[in-house]
Nanobody, 121 residues
Framework: QVQLVESGGGLMQAGGSLRLSCAPS????????MGWFRQAPGKEREFVAA????????DYADSVKGRFTISRDNAKNTVYLQMNSLKPEDTALYYC??????????????WGQGTQVTVSS
C-alpha cells in the first residue's frame, strides 16, 4: 500500500515563502519520478512541477517558474516544493503525486491527500 503524506502548508502573506514536503511510503522512492499539482476551489487540478527519479531533471508550470523549486532527497525519501514570492493566486490545495514525469494528472499512479496553502494579499 502506497501512501503519500504532504506537509508544510499554511497561511502566508503575499511575498512570503513556504516549503512543502511529501514523504511516500510503501515503494522504493528513488525509483519514481514525482510531481506537485494544485487545485483551487472551482478549478481543475493543475500541474505545478515535476522531477525525475534522480532529481537531475525538472519541469515547471509557467505560472510558478522562477518562484518555485522542486527538489528531492532520496536518502530521506522526501520530495520538496520550495515556494517563494507567493501570490494570492497561488492559494490552493497542493497535492504530491508519484509515478510519472508528466504534466498530465492521469499519468500519475499515486496521490497524497493534499496540504492547503493560503496566500493573503
Amino acid at each position: 500500500q502506497v501512501q503519500l503524506v504532504e506537509s508544510g502548508g499554511g497561511l502566508m502573506q503575499a511575498g512570503g515563502s513556504l516549503r512543502l514536503s511529501c514523504a511516500p511510503s510503501g515503494r522504493t522512492f528513488s525509483n519514481y519520478p514525482m510531481g506537485w499539482f494544485r487545485q483551487a476551489p472551482g478549478k481543475e487540478r493543475e500541474f505545478v512541477a515535476a522531477i525525475n527519479w534522480s532529481g537531475g531533471v525538472t519541469d515547471y508550470a509557467d505560472s510558478v517558474k522562477g518562484r518555485f523549486t522542486i527538489s528531492r532527497d532520496n536518502a530521506k525519501n522526501t520530495v520538496y516544493l520550495q515556494m517563494n514570492s507567493l501570490k494570492p493566486e497561488d492559494t490552493a490545495l497542493y497535492y504530491c503525486a508519484m509515478g510519472a514525469y508528466a504534466r498530465e494528472p492521469n499519468a500519475y499512479d499515486y496521490w497524497g491527500q493534499g496540504t492547503q496553502v493560503t496566500v493573503s494579499s
